[in-house]
């Protein structure tokens, strides 16, 4: 039910469906570009299009009552910022206690253009040994869904290089807020 209501409401509103649902049970994905805040109601619903239950961090405010069972019920996990803590090691965590989490991360952590993406998908990918799926809204061509699934190697150059490769073209709801594909450490990288 669920799952037909969001591809009606999103042929309603324009929108066309690409790619197929992800055939891995696990799996880190990629939200991008984000540049509004359009894009977390547009994911939830290509998520329930696609029929896949995802779960998304946010920062632990947004969870107190009473809206907070409402955030955990669209697949919200809380997240302490201020604290000292590994958010990486958390999830990896998470991914060896759940075998069928899937994670959204919106890899430029920003609605705001940044100049490089955070690396933590990429650690979280690589230390839980679970691949990366790229996901999109591409405002310009109002379409949206997922692309292939990403085993990361050991060559991180490369592995980025499909991100580049993948998102190529596509348009966020502001695209002058979508910076380029690239990691800061991605030069220095190493095992």
Not at 15 to 38: F, K, M
């Amino acid at each position: 039910m669920k799952k037909r209501l969001a591809r009606w409401l999103l042929h309603v509103a324009g929108w066309q469906l690409v790619g197929e649902r992800p055939q891995c049970d696990h799996y880190v994905l990629i939200a991008a570009p984000h540049t509004s805040n359009w894009d977390f109601p547009m994911m939830l619903m290509f998520a329930a299009a696609f029929d896949i239950k995802v779960t998304w961090m946010a920062k632990h405010s947004l969870f107190y009552p009473p809206f907070g069972w409402i955030m955990r019920a669209m697949g919200g996990m809380p997240i302490i910022r201020h604290k000292k803590q590994n958010v990486v090691s958390a999830m990896i965590e998470a991914f060896n206690r759940d075998e069928h989490l899937v994670l959204v991360v919106p890899t430029e952590g920003t609605r705001e253009r940044s100049e490089y993406w955070k690396s933590g998908f990429y650690h979280i990918a690589r230390e839980a040994n679970v691949p990366i799926v790229p996901s999109f809204l591409d405002f310009g061509r109002k379409r949206g869904g997922f692309g292939p699934a990403l085993t990361v190697s050991d060559d991180v150059r490369v592995d980025m290089q499909y991100f580049r490769d993948f998102y190529d073209g596509m348009q966020g709801k502001f695209p002058a807020q979508f910076g380029p594909i690239r990691l800061r450490d991605e030069d220095s990288f190493s095992d």
